[in-house]
């Protein structure tokens, strides 16, 4: 029994450290191109989806403090924002399992916490600017009533909530093609 549950931590363990690379990757991916959403947390929802809240939170922290300390000084600032995106997804798949019907109001209810908290950040933090493509967005509507902060929680609602979108649909696609044997090892 003992044995059995050590190979399960292995097992997590390895599965959060592949998340991190694929956050590494999306990451990546979307400051080289400059793209206005991140892809940074693709990892994490699949950890979240598969293992639970407390596995969720895990891949997005570690995989911000690296870029962070590397190629990325803002993604440290944004640690609690992966760690609120981890724990939430994972209490929503504990709920409810999204069906693709499902992944457009999941990514809603995702993508609220974790944008309340980063539009915060980006505002007082940041005034605006980060190293995504948004902060272009931001940097014209807080011309508008909405200020700063105001115009900080728009763009980074409408990033966030397409980015989480692409984030449930990719997951989604990569749990189908999971082999029935390594869905019953979770």
């Not at 000084?73 to 929503?92: D, E, M, N, R």
């Not at 980074?156 to 989480?164: G, H």
């Amino acid at each position: 029994m003992n044995r059995e549950r050590e190979k399960t931590s292995a097992y997590k363990i390895c599965m959060v450290a592949v998340a991190i690379c694929i956050n590494l990757i999306g990451g990546q991916l979307a400051l080289l191109l400059k793209l206005p959403i991140y892809l940074d947390s693709i990892g994490t929802v699949l950890i979240a989806s598969i293992l639970g809240p407390f596995y969720g939170m895990l891949p997005n922290l570690l995989s911000g403090l690296i870029m962070g300390m590397t190629v990325d000084v803002y993604s440290l600032y944004y640690a609690p924002v992966g760690i609120i995106l981890g724990f939430v997804t994972g209490l929503v798949y504990k709920k409810c399992h999204p069906k693709k019907g499902w992944i457009l109001l999941a990514a809603i209810i995702i993508t609220i916490p974790s944008t309340i908290v980063s539009s915060c950040i980006t505002a007082f933090l940041f005034g605006g600017i980060t190293s995504s493509g948004s902060s272009i967005l931001v940097q014209i509507l807080a011309k508008t009533p909405l200020g700063m902060v105001g115009s900080c929680f728009v763009v980074q609602f409408i990033t966030d909530y397409i980015d989480r979108v692409i984030c449930l649909f990719v997951v989604a696609a990569m749990t189908k093609v999971l082999s029935k044997r390594m869905k019953e090892s979770f």
